[in-house]
């Protein structure tokens, strides 16, 4: 049996940093074990310009603590006023490395989303002449459609077609949900790839709802039912190089969550690795970790994989939960898997 495992220092090709205190308070559980991540730009106002991306970039180097090796790779929110030369020369001059399309209203803070993709469509045949990749927010958003069938409509409707209109155009599926994603992925050609995160992993639909209502467990997309997670564990622990880390860990106040209209997110950076490791124990595939956190995402996107390495080790106790995160406006729970996880980061 293995008991230590070393990886190649890894990277989240989705996470929200947020800004601010929120900012302070979480990049340092990040920057501790990754070597990078994809900053999602869903700040209030978004980050819309390549101006916008390089400030913000400045912060989160600001936030983290001395000494880490942590480099935020930052995208563009797509907007319907989105400057494509901005955004070109944004990636040419390597300040943005991705633009993130969010559907108007599909999630936390995407009011100023697009609502009609045609309006986008000049900004996206810039970016597939550029070679920029599109991070999709896979999910519909009509009132008519099931929550739980939201991202199963938005291929059909929205994602299939928009990459026969353009199919260079090189497009990442963020943190897909169900065996229909997964499916579509897979079948997709080398111009498409999919993050999944660590939470979906774990959780299916009961944890939020059955037994009693879990605010903590609640994120968009939502949890689907438990053959949709056996989907999605069978994609990560397979090798298949179209699927990569991206946790979408998504710091929320408690305030937030707990409240009569609690948003969504769950924050998954401090235990993420803990949580991957025993996924791939339980799936005989601890081979495979290396590749799902550190090499898949590395080649869509094009750059070395990181210098370093983390090692894991597997402890006969199970691990506790991290502590709730303290924040000067509040406390913010750390995700629980609700199972025994008997790994742990070393050092
Ligand atoms: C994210 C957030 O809080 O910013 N929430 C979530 O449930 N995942 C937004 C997102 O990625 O959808
Ligand atoms: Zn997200």
């Known amino acids: 049996m293995t008991d230590r495992l070393t990886i190649t220092r890894p990277d989240d090709w989705h996470l929200h940093l947020r800004d601010g205190r929120m900012l302070d308070a979480v990049t340092p559980d990040t920057a501790m074990h990754f070597g990078r991540a994809l900053i999602m730009p869903n700040l209030v106002p978004p980050v819309v310009s390549g101006s916008d991306a390089s400030a913000y970039r400045d912060r989160i180097m600001a936030a983290c603590p001395d000494g880490a090796s942590f480099t935020p790779m930052m995208t563009l929110y797509l907007t319907e006023g989105t400057d494509a030369a901005d955004l070109v020369a944004a990636a040419r001059d390597g300040i943005i490395t ?23 469509m000049p900004v996206l045949e810039a970016m597939a002449e550029a070679g920029v990749p599109l991070c999709v927010h896979g999910e519909v ?41 997964i499916d579509y992925v897979r079948s997709g050609g080398e111009s498409i790839a ?3 995160t660590t939470h979906h992993l774990f959780i299916n639909r009961n944890h939020i709802l059955a037994g009693g209502i879990r605010p903590h467990y609640y994120c968009l997309p939502v949890a689907k039912r438990e053959t949709h997670r056996l989907a999605l564990v069978a994609a990560a622990t397979s090798g298949d190089p179209s699927f990569f880390l991206g946790t979408d860990s998504a710091p929320h106040l408690d305030t937030a969550k707990l409240a009569p209209c609690g948003c969504a997110g769950i924050y ?11 996924i791939f124990d339980n799936e005989g595939a601890l081979d495979r970790l290396d590749g799902f956190v550190a090499r898949h995402g590395a080649a869509f996107y094009g750059v070395a994989v990181n210098d370093g390495t983390v090692t894991l080790v597997r402890t006969a106790a199970p691990q506790p939960v991290p502590d709730d995160r303290m924040t000067p406006e509040g406390s913010l729970t750390v995700f629980d898997p609700m199972v025994p996880i008997h790994w742990a980061v070393a050092g």
């Open 98 to 120: 991705a633009v993130k399309l969010y559907p108007a209203g599909a999630t936390t803070n995407s009011a100023s989303g697009v609502r009609d993709i045609d309006s986008v």
């Open 141 to 181: 958003t009509d009132s008519e459609i099931d929550i739980f069938d939201r991202e199963a409509v938005f291929i059909d409707r929205v994602l299939d077609p928009l990459r026969r209109r353009l199919p260079a155009l090189r497009v990442v599926m963020e943190h897909v949900t169900t065996s229909d994603g």
């Open 194 to 196: 999919a993050t999944l």
């Open 268 to 278: 998954t950076a401090p235990n993420t690795l803990a949580c991957l490791a025993q």
